[in-house]
């Protein structure tokens, strides 16, 4: 949901009427992706949508999901056509209350032909009738939605949406829902945000969930199954719900113990970040064999696998700081992962310290002796590791090193300033990794160039600083491991996200 300058209504009628004379002809197709380097099928160009309307109705037994989505948009150029990103299959598109013609291509492209062409700046309501099973859909080589043994989860990254809903699929594109899933009676749906209501008739039950705040696609979320759910709220006011599959078995007692801690989490962050940017929280735990987590907004997606070795509040800690740096303010384009997973590993490093588990200093250390030189981890540059390496383990460990190393090159009282002020600067919106950097640097008042490009973008081991500086891994000592070294490293091996 980007922001624009809105036309003043008067003005607006003089435009359009000058616009008049501009032929059809004007009108072409938007772009099939959205123009992310990394990703060039991801999103569409055309048109920026602010709401997703999704009405459905899931069968747990046959994973077969129909509905209807309906996409409040406006177009940001003269089209004769647009595409969304989906996978399933429709059966009817209206646009602006017109039906529509409409042909897949590609991966996951549904093309869009309204009757008659659409001009720069127009609202564009576009509904879509839709059913399919979506765990019989794969793209670009995986599949997003997880069936577990009572229904299923759509939770992925860098893509997940095109398994349950038609969208623009890109970060760049925020927007509110209101998701609305009927599932047959004793069978819980749980999605984003604020549970509104639910109503039962005839056997089935209807789930309302409201996100009123913008969010990515891919972190919108639908799990359906058996659930417990547990309700309160923080310290803060902010109303939580989360949610345990009932068949967690014997990571039941762990998953619990470290997701009712969610509350008390995100308050203990928010004095590192600012104050909790959504009005809704929580977690919930599908009974699925996939093993990483996810920052799903207002509510992370955890792998029963995250607490196979007893609680872990290290991976909430992960969940939650994504909830300001990725969710709050969301990448840019793909290659900017870095602002999201250097800076939750960070939080990690940050609770270990809070916990008395070693400090962020020390796991710094630590991670930068453990990897000599010729290890294939320098290799993958965390500014820009390209597709391919975007959730390498380096990403997260040597982008928290090169977080700990800023927070060194600036100060305790300029890099904490950084850490708050950051989410605040592009609330809501989308920023780059060159973007953090200047921001660093009008904060820090310091040139930080070479900084970033030593440890951000240089495919070696950055050498340690010079003796005295406070350093990282001086080569003279073999640092101790910190207490939170397993446990932290233990849960990128399931790989959260
Ligand atoms: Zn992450």
Do not use: C
């Not at 796991?363 to 540059?381: E, G, I, K």
Request: hydrophobic share 35%; glycine share 10%; proline share 7%.
């Amino acid at each position: 949901m980007h922001r624009r300058i809105i036309v003043p209504g008067a003005l607006g009628a003089a435009s359009l009427m000058l616009a008049i004379p501009a032929s059809a002809a004007a009108h072409s197709p938007g772009a099939p992706g959205i123009g992310d380097p990394d990703y060039p099928a991801y999103g569409n160009g055309g048109y920026d949508v602010s709401h997703y309307d999704l009405r459905l109705k899931y069968q747990p037994a046959t994973d077969r999901l129909e509905g209807t989505a309906t996409i409040l948009a406006r177009t940001t150029e003269d089209l004769s056509r647009f595409n969304l990103d989906f996978l399933l299959d429709v059966g009817e598109v209206r646009v602006n209350g017109a039906e529509a013609s409409f042909t897949t291509s590609g991966e996951q492209e549904l093309e869009v032909t309204p009757r008659k062409p659409l001009d720069k700046g127009a609202p564009l309501t576009v509904v879509v009738r839709y059913s399919g099973v979506p765990s019989s859909k794969q793209a670009f080589g995986f599949t997003s939605w997880h069936r577990t043994l009572d229904g299923g989860v759509a939770a992925n990254e860098p893509e997940a949406a095109a398994w349950w809903f038609p969208s623009n699929d890109h970060p760049l594109d925020k927007a509110t829902y209101d998701v609305s899933v009927q599932v047959p009676d004793g069978t819980q749906a749980i999605s984003n945000g604020t549970l509104q209501s639910t109503s039962s008739r005839l056997g089935w039950t209807r789930w309302n969930w409201r996100s009123d705040q913008p969010q990515a696609t891919y972190l919108a979320t639908l799990a359906v199954g058996k659930f417990d759910l547990t309700t309160g709220t923080t310290e803060g006011g902010i109303p939580v719900v989360n949610a345990y599959s009932r068949d967690l078995g014997a990571n039941d007692g762990a998953a619990r113990a470290s997701i009712e801690r969610t509350g008390e989490v995100a308050d203990w962050l928010s004095e590192y970040f600012g104050p909790y940017p959504f009005d809704a929280l929580g977690g919930y735990v599908p009974n699925t064999t996939t093993g990483y987590a996810l920052e799903t907004q207002t509510r992370p997606f955890y792998s029963p696998r995250q607490f196979a070795n007893g609680s872990n509040v290290s991976v909430v800690v992960h969940e939650l700081a994504h909830q300001w740096y990725g969710d709050l303010v969301s990448v840019r384009g793909w290659k900017d992962i870095w602002i999201n997973e250097g800076f939750a590993r960070y939080a990690q490093w940050l609770w270990s310290e809070h916990e008395g588990e070693g400090t962020a200093q020390e796991l710094a250390d630590y991670t930068y002796a453990s990897h000599p030189a010729d290890d294939p981890f320098w290799t993958v540059r965390p500014g820009d590791p390209g597709p391919e390496n975007q959730f390498d383990g380096a990403v997260y460990d040597r982008g928290a090193l090169a977080v700990q190393a800023l927070r060194n090159e600036v100060g305790d009282e300029d890099f904490f300033a950084i850490l708050k002020g950051w989410p605040a600067k592009y609330a809501h919106g989308n920023a780059s990794v060159a973007d953090f950097q200047r921001y660093a640097e009008e904060v820090s008042r310091r040139p930080l160039a070479a900084l970033f490009d030593t440890w951000l973008f240089q495919p070696s081991k950055p050498d340690a600083p010079a003796a005295g500086a406070r350093s990282l891994g001086k080569p003279s000592e073999a640092p101790a491991q910190p207490r939170s070294w397993r446990r932290i490293a233990a849960t990128n091996d399931v790989h959260e996200h």
